[in-house]
């Protein structure tokens, strides 16, 4: 699983999201790896959930023949579709994953984010399906999986109104609570490390936040200090923007 959290306003994107590879049987570390690579002539992304082998595949199909983000969308069903069929003849069935893809349309002068899955699926809890391989735009956000919101207001995630904090600061927080609530199934399945990126027009930049002290091999097991260190660290870099936000700039 990929713990991702995306959030798309008129000048860019912010994302966030774990590093872990973990064997399903055993819920155990496999390797680390990053979830996000950046297609920054597009002043965009591709991300995934489910199958990893899908998004190295996906990416390298994004060959020279695409000269704009909006070429990617219109053929973006047929790669992925192409991209299952190649996995699956290596699995021996279809893998199960969905492909998130974000970037800055020449047509539309914005930028878009979309999904596209290999199977259908809700997009809440009583919503409409997402069809297979059909590419559906998504609004503004993205949080997957969706932690409890005990959890989420243990972080402080859960605002006074009741919506969530989805500042940039903040964000970090989602990927850790995916964690804590993994962890009633015998150990998390997000993990290995934080990774933020931060996509502008023509400004692409991403880096790994917080490593936690998860071993290969071994069960990932949430701990009190690695929750404290990233409440921690949401927290004063919060208080920074805030603090930078109420100064007066000077003339030079």
Not at 11 to 40: M, N, Q, W
Not at 87 to 107: A, C, H, K, M, N
Request: aromatic share 8%; hydrophobic share 40%.
């Amino acid at each position: 699983m990929t713990a991702i959290v995306i959030t798309m306003h008129d000048h860019g994107f912010d994302i966030c999201s774990d590093g872990a590879s973990y064997r399903p049987e055993t819920l155990e570390l496999a390797g680390l790896a990053h979830k996000v690579a950046l297609l920054p002539v597009y002043s965009g992304f591709l991300t995934y959930r489910g199958v990893a082998a899908i998004m190295p595949i996906f990416e390298a199909a994004l060959d020279d023949r695409f000269t704009s983000f909006d070429e990617i969308v219109e053929s973006a069903d047929v790669l992925t579709h192409q991209a299952a069929q190649f996995v699956s003849t290596i699995r021996g069935q279809l893998p199960d994953f969905t492909i998130y893809i974000g970037g800055w349309s020449e047509d539309r002068e914005r930028f878009e984010l979309y999904a596209i899955s290999a199977t259908d699926r809700k997009t809440n809890e009583g919503g409409e399906a997402r069809k297979a391989f059909v590419v559906t735009p998504i609004e503004w956000c993205v949080i997957a999986p969706a932690a409890p919101r005990e959890i989420l207001a243990s972080l402080g995630l859960v605002l006074d109104d009741g919506n969530f904090d989805l500042t940039p600061s903040a964000l970090p927080k989602f990927i850790h609570a995916a964690r804590l609530s993994d962890i009633e199934e015998g150990g998390a399945i997000a993990g290995g490390f934080i990774q933020e990126t931060t996509i502008r027009r023509n400004t692409s930049q991403t880096h790994v936040l917080y490593r936690y002290d998860d071993v290969q091999g071994d069960v990932m097991i949430p701990t009190p200090k690695e929750t404290a260190d990233v409440k921690r660290i949401c927290d004063e870099r919060a208080a920074a923007y805030a603090a930078l936000r109420g100064q007066k700039l000077q003339p030079a």
